[in-house]
């Protein structure tokens, strides 16, 4: 199972990332998906989470109204549409996928299949 994440780069305060997290190996349609960071020094954290069809979301606190997950089961592909990025927002970006959970789960124990992390870094 491979979680290709891409998409990360260096923008400006305010400006937009798109990630992609392209998987192999697995039928994402069976999988709730998530995507986590980890900043420098700082514990890996939820950021946002979307069921196995796309119905429910889940964000954390610090990014609702800027960031939007989706999922294109068909492509095999999970997206982060990062809005209004803030210099807090740096970070390494993973994707991850759930087998066993159905819904939002939040812990990193409750996912089987982690990506190698895209770098998204908000600075002017």
């Known amino acids: 199972v491979q979680l290709q994440a891409s998409g990360g780069g260096l923008v400006q305060p305010g400006g937009s990332l798109r990630l992609s997290c392209l998987a192999s190996?697995?039928?994402?349609?069976?999988?709730?998906m998530a995507w986590f960071r980890q900043a420098p020094g700082k514990e890996r954290e939820f950021v946002a989470g979307v069921s196995r069809r796309g119905g429910s979301t889940a964000y954390a606190d610090s990014v609702k109204e800027r960031f939007t997950i989706s999922r294109d089961n068909a492509k095999n592909t999970v997206y982060l549409q990062m809005n209004n990025l803030k210099p807090e927002d740096t970070a390494l970006y993973y994707c991850?996928?759930?087998?066993?959970?159905?819904?939002?789960?939040?812990?990193?124990?409750?996912?089987?299949?982690w990506g190698q992390g895209t770098q998204v870094t908000v600075s002017s």
């Open positions: 991850a996928a759930s087998e066993v959970y159905a819904n939002v789960i939040t812990t990193l124990g409750g996912y089987g299949y």
């Open positions: 190996g697995i039928t994402i349609s069976n999988a709730y």
